[in-house]
């Protein structure tokens, strides 16, 4: 495989800054397009790359930027440059026929946003800040505020992420564990069973279907200063697309309280809220991991990280051989809809060709997720009768083709009632779940099981977009339009 070019690469792509806690997102209208290129020249060499955060140590601060198609476009890419921008780059998440796909349907659905639909402002730009601590963001985030205005761009929507110590999303369970390998990063394997080929998150390389994904392609005359690399030894038009990849932001409110009270309710009507059927091991076994991380699937009968300091929360587990009928880990869950790993069709067959068709097909389906927290947390959530405020996830995902990334984990895995052979029922997390009897979750418990029915949908869409984040030349390309 060709190397990585690190450098061309935004830092985002391959890092989840975990050493900046605090982050905030601009999302920007390109109000003068001449302006504006003036100052995304500057910020090219501003942003941070995927070298520099392979040195030590890290940067203490990040900026990384990303483009609608629509800003595409303002800054003056046109159709007669002949530029393949996959179909759903170009649609946009808010587009009626992509809402029914994603699950985007009444108070979920993009009339309602307050980013990225309809109604909302149009979005061109997305400027991703990043600090070591709330202060410096301040610093960071006001320094870039006070050029906005003198370069040509307006704030349409902004919001400030801050990830906890402990890495607890919202409803209290720890996120950010589990993530593919990018091969060529040199990175440990944290679990999974193989690295996944370049290609499936970064334009350029090849990718799990042993092919370069389409990129942008411009012809040569399009690029007089030079700037972008050639397409291939065979093809002398420029690729804008290289070193880039397709970014997914949703901004994801949670009903921390209706997650909490609808647990704590289904364990009262159980008649015995401890152990076996207690709120917290109820909603565990939706999500797959007990609250500090540990998977369902090694530490069946209670949570082992809540016991110990310092816990670090294992991903060396699949299902196949030792849960094929979800005992431990229920085929339902959160986890195991968004990556089966090894379990994938072959339910009550414990097989090792199955298994690898299984990974194989699976490794196809993956996502690096950037996410972080937004809003103030609740610690005890079933102990308080109001929540003001509006709390959630900014999910970032990032990915070289949506739909087969991204759409299919939401469409097919997350959002099918039939997943993989179960009847009936979404996502129990983070599902467009109804309220009404068949939104249910079903946990087998050896000769009998639990089903959780009348589920309510526990985390809405508020808003979101689906990105190009361009290599660092392109930035450039862009700039000099
Ligand atoms: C508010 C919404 C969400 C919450 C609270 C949430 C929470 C979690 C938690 C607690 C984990 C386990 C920790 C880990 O393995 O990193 C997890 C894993 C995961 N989630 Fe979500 N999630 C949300 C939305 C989504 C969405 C929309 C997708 C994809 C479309 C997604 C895909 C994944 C994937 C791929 C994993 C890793 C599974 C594995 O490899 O075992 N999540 N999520």
Wanted: glycine share 10%; charged share 25%; with cysteine.
């Amino acid at each position: 495989m060709a190397g990585l070019e690190f450098k061309d690469i935004q830092g985002i792509l391959l890092d989840g800054y975990d050493h900046l806690p605090a982050s905030r997102y601009f999302f920007l209208k390109i109000e003068e397009p001449a302006l504006a290129k003036a100052w995304m020249g500057k910020t090219a060499k501003a942003v941070a790359t995927a070298a520099q955060f392979r040195q030590k140590p890290a940067p203490a601060s990040a900026l990384n930027l990303a483009l609608t198609y629509r800003g595409t476009r303002v800054l003056g890419l046109s159709e007669d440059y002949g530029l393949y921008f996959s179909d759903e780059f170009q649609q946009g998440m808010a587009d009626p026929q992509k809402a029914r796909v994603l699950g985007d349907t009444e108070d979920s659905g993009p009339g309602t946003w307050a980013l990225g639909g309809p109604n909302n402002e149009e979005v061109h730009a997305l400027l991703m800040v990043y600090a070591g601590n709330k202060a410096d963001l301040e610093k960071l985030a006001l320094e870039q505020e006070t050029v906005f205005a003198s370069s040509g761009l307006k704030v349409v929507f902004q919001q400030e992420g801050l990830k906890r110590d402990d890495n607890k999303e919202h409803f209290g369970f720890r996120d950010g564990i589990s993530q593919p390998v990018v091969e060529g990063t040199g990175q440990p394997l944290n679990g999974e069973v193989a690295e996944i080929k370049a290609g499936d998150f970064i334009l350029g390389y090849e990718n799990q279907f042993s092919k370069i994904p389409l990129s942008p392609l411009l012809p040569a005359s399009k690029d007089p200063q030079n700037i972008l690399p050639v397409a291939s030894p065979q093809d002398s038009r420029k690729d804008l697309g290289r070193n880039g990849t397709y970014l997914v932001f949703r901004v994801l409110a949670q009903d921390v309280l209706g997650f909490w009270n609808y647990f704590k309710g289904e364990a009262d009507k159980r008649g015995n809220p401890t152990g076996k059927a207690s709120a917290d091991y109820l909603a565990s076994k939706s999500v797959g991991r007990w609250p500090s991380g540990a998977p369902l699937e090694l530490s069946p009968q209670q949570d082992e990280g809540e016991r110990q300091k310092n816990y670090q929360p294992r991903n060396d587990f699949q299902y196949n051989s030792t849960d094929d009928q979800g005992l431990r880990c229920p085929v339902g869950s959160h986890i195991r809809r968004a990556n089966p790993r090894d379990s994938l069709h072959n339910i009550g067959v414990q097989n090792e060709d199955e298994r690898q068709k299984s990974l194989t097909m699976v490794n196809r389906h993956r996502i690096l997720r950037r996410g972080r927290p937004y809003g103030d947390y609740i610690d005890h959530p079933l102990q308080v009768k109001e929540a003001p405020g509006e709390r959630g996830l900014l999910f970032i995902c990032l990915n070289a083709n949506i739909s087969r990334q991204f759409e299919f984990i939401q469409q097919t895995w997350l959002n099918n009632p039939k997943f993989d052979g179960l009847s009936d029922g979404k996502d129990p997390v983070v599902g467009a779940n109804d309220g009404t009897a068949s939104s249910q979750m079903v946990i087998p418990q050896g000769h009998y099981r639990q089903v959780l029915s009348g589920m309510a949908r526990f985390v809405k869409v508020r808003g979101g977009a689906y990105f190009f984040l361009p290599g660092i030349r392109a930035i450039q390309y862009f700039s000099q339009l």
